[in-house]
DNA sequence: CAAAAATATGGAAGGGCTTCCATAAAAGAG
DNA sequence: CTCTTTTATGGAAGCCCTTCCATATTTTTG
């Protein structure tokens, strides 16, 4: 049989309620009497039963984490994060992936019904008003990680200034043919990234050539699709594209993930073309491939990004924060591999 | 408020036991009684809570994943075969993530005792035959992958003959002085990739060179031990010792991870050495990143060996399985990449 | 030293569900 | 049409906690 809260009770020769204020560390209670319950504690070698104080709480002290598990690695570096920032105010993460839409309306109405847990921590993923506001009515907190609801608190990046910097390093490259290998324009960082591109050009007097611009939204099949085209196929198909311009193509391309670029990288090689040589790349995201490839890309500190989403989460939960929406954006970081070309350049200059 | 079960009846003119029974599909309600419940519980938009249901059943529908979390990308495939096969079976996937030795123990601890969840799937680490003993005790399901432990049911990978095979194909591919990375000799499938990889030598007649054996145990750098040596780190390294022996160097390099396999790759590469080539590698492990290193490599079928697993421990937490210890073997796969050289061979002799 | 205030403790009620036992309704048998 | 069997339903008790209210104990104050 279990050991309950009565055992240590009548072991102790005390009432339920001690125990209980023990166990929750009220500060009323005598130093002596907190001794010796904690004694018989460990003695019966006593846990309160989760789902028990869960059910007298109203709490769990479980955080939901949906993510769209099937992209990959992105959301592995942030996970940590997530749950290295948990564990140390002693919540759990409850995982939820998603991999086809209708399953992310499930789980919302599940998170908010079942109320199996205090929060939400919802990655790179869309919300509707009507989803908005029901979390908000029913007072379930949630945070969007890279995801944006004007209602809702949220933590992003600088997309469009992250786009401006990698389009401006190429520039300074020498680059003047500039190609774009993007998402689907429904989604909002595609758009943003977009906008980040075109600035960029604009500020440098270059006129944007359509033909280098490719996004995804063109297509239909349904893997270059998935995930807003955030994929490899996805960076393989735009990158032949643009190859298939032959003299035409751009010379450096602003490619808008890394793991579109991966796949882009493989197409160029396939087809016999040097990096950066040939075509200089800079991407987005910093996940830990692009190091593995060499990959010149506009970081995103993930880690901190989880952490932070974390530490926000938890102060609503606990009503220790004030009601406003919370906006926090980060900034992207420019981070020189060797797909960018610079390396190169700075080693001719040194010869 | 929330909507609860004495809502529903009250509406629907019924008793709250024969709203349970409708929920949990009892068999012994009649259609009509049936149906009019299940029209007011969507009327109401009622769902049971989940505590609740928890606490009164004595059962979660949840399972605890514990996962050396730092590592990496290994995980990040099995998690999945793991949550798709939870979220079929309508369980909920918490996880928890170890870095220190001493956290282990303690979800160990939690586990067992705040009854959080209904079994534990851990991977890739060892336990101790006095916790082994105390979940068999407690009867709480549990079941390792990619570890192994006499008394509890376990998931592996046949580790002897994965080494064995690369070693081989290494030695088709012409190889004769063959070099081995390996993790820490304390972890079983280190030692059990050696066996594999010596019994492949010793079957073509080629004695091994201590020089060109290179385990991490050696060394007494955190982060090179980090993981038992499974590290790009730990790679990086043994591959300089390696090639710190110039000409004495091996020829072919059987790596015993994939991730090791690209810290190995880095250093061949800044010391102007090509692969295949100069120095030809098969590593282990199949992650999605050998595809972009172009590794060949052992696969490991990790999504399958995930979704096993929760099968598996869903039998038992449902008690439709015996109780035997069930101990399942896969077999990993030769995935010819570039970096073993069978490409370029076969291109040779095709010109 | 008594009265008032502050502190510590006991335990009933309540949280929302499942399950068992008792009872009511329906079906079958004679 | 009545009696027995089967099937369907109602609701109390129990799962293990927290919390509130009532009471007991200690400390402070005049």
């Known amino acids: 049989m279990r050991v309950t809260i009565y055992d240590v009770a009548k072991k102790a020769g005390v009432g339920i309620g001690t125990v209980s204020r023990v166990i929750n560390k009220s500060p009323q209670?005598?130093?002596?009497?907190?001794?010796?319950?904690?004694?018989?504690?460990?003695?019966?070698?006593?846990?309160?039963?989760?789902?028990?104080?869960?059910?007298?709480?109203?709490?769990?002290?479980?955080?939901?984490?949906?993510?769209?598990?099937?992209?990959?690695y992105f959301y592995f570096e942030l996970l940590n994060g997530v749950q290295q920032a948990l564990s140390k105010?002693?919540?759990?993460?409850?995982?939820?992936?998603?991999?086809?839409?209708?399953?992310?309306?499930?789980?919302?109405?599940?998170?908010?019904?079942?109320?199996?847990?205090?929060?939400?921590?919802?990655f790179s993923m869309t919300i509707s008003d009507d989803y908005a506001d029901k979390f908000v009515n029913k007072k379930?907190?949630?945070?969007?990680?890279?995801?944006?609801?004007?209602?809702?608190?949220?933590?992003t990046i600088e997309n469009k200034k992250?786009?401006?910097?990698?389009?401006?390093?190429?520039?300074?490259?020498?680059?003047?043919?500039?190609?774009?290998?993007?998402?689907?324009?429904?989604?909002?960082?595609?758009?943003?990234?977009l906008k980040g591109f075109n600035?960029?050009?604009a500020a440098n007097d270059i006129t944007p050539d359509e033909q280098h611009i490719f996004n995804v939204s063109s297509i239909d099949d349904p893997q270059i699709l998935s995930n807003?085209?955030?994929?490899?196929?996805?960076?393989?198909?735009?990158?032949?594209?643009?190859?298939?311009?032959?003299?035409n193509?751009?010379?450096?391309v602003f490619i808008s993930s890394d793991i579109q670029a991966a796949g882009a990288m493989k197409v160029v090689n396939e087809r016999g073309l040097k990096i950066p040589e040939d075509i200089a790349i800079v991407s987005f995201d910093g996940i830990e491939l692009?190091?593995?490839?060499?990959?010149?890309?506009?970081?995103?500190?993930?880690?901190?990004?989880?952490?932070?989403?974390?530490?926000?989460?938890?102060?609503k939960i606990e009503k220790r924060s004030n009601n406003g929406v919370f906006k926090k954006l980060f900034h992207p970081e420019l981070v020189i591999r060797d797909t960018c070309g610079a390396k190169l350049q700075m080693e001719k200059i040194l010869d």
Do not use: W
Request: aromatic content about 8%; hydrophobic content about 40%.
């Open 228 to 247: 807003d085209g955030f994929n490899k196929l996805a960076g393989y198909y735009g990158m032949s594209k643009l190859l298939d311009l032959g003299e």
């Open 290 to 315: 692009s190091e593995y490839l060499g990959l010149s890309t506009m970081k995103q500190p993930m880690f901190e990004m989880g952490a932070l989403a974390v530490e926000h989460l938890i102060k």
């Open 89 to 122: 105010h002693n919540y759990d993460l409850i995982l939820y992936s998603v991999d086809l839409f209708d399953k992310k309306e499930d789980i919302f109405e599940r998170t908010l019904q079942e109320r199996r847990v205090d929060g939400v921590l919802l």
């Open 29 to 72: 209670i005598s130093p002596k009497t907190r001794k010796k319950v904690l004694g018989i504690i460990k003695e019966l070698n006593y846990q309160p039963y989760v789902m028990a104080q869960g059910l007298a709480r109203k709490k769990t002290n479980t955080v939901a984490c949906i993510v769209p598990f099937f992209t990959g």
């Open 162 to 193: 992250g786009a401006y910097l990698a389009a401006e390093h190429l520039i300074k490259m020498g680059h003047s043919k500039l190609g774009l290998i993007n998402g689907n324009l429904g989604s909002i960082p595609a758009r943003i990234r």
């Open 140 to 155: 379930m907190p949630i945070a969007l990680v890279d995801g944006y609801h004007k209602s809702l608190d949220s933590i």
């Open 199 to 201: 600035d960029a050009l």
């Open 249 to 252: 193509r751009p010379t450096g």
